[in-house]
């Protein structure tokens, strides 16, 4: 049986990871940003959100459920969207 500090240890890592992945992902979205508003096109585009959650939900994973995804990624297109909104 692992140790729990080893487990915290392991979960560390991979938080690390996460958020820099997600603040790779916020570097692309900023940059959407400036091509909608050199186009002057809307920030929220809910179809690409949708097509988003649509591809993720049909992605069989061991412990997360569509619903817990679709939370997850509400929070990262709020985000999204105050990144693109900064000037």
């Known amino acids: 049986m692992q140790d729990l500090n080893d487990l915290r240890a392991k979960i560390d890592t991979l938080d690390d990871k996460i958020l820099y992945l997600l ?7 900023k940059k959407i940003g400036k091509i909608k508003q050199s186009k002057a096109k809307e920030i929220c585009d809910f179809k690409r959100e949708e097509d988003i959650l649509e591809r993720l939900k049909n992605t069989k994973y061991k412990f997360l459920d569509a619903k817990m995804i679709k939370s997850i ?8 969207k105050q990144i693109q909104n900064l000037d």
Do not use: P
């Open 23 to 29: 603040d790779k992902r916020m570097s692309y979205v």
């Open 73 to 80: 990624y509400k929070e990262i297109f709020i985000i999204s």
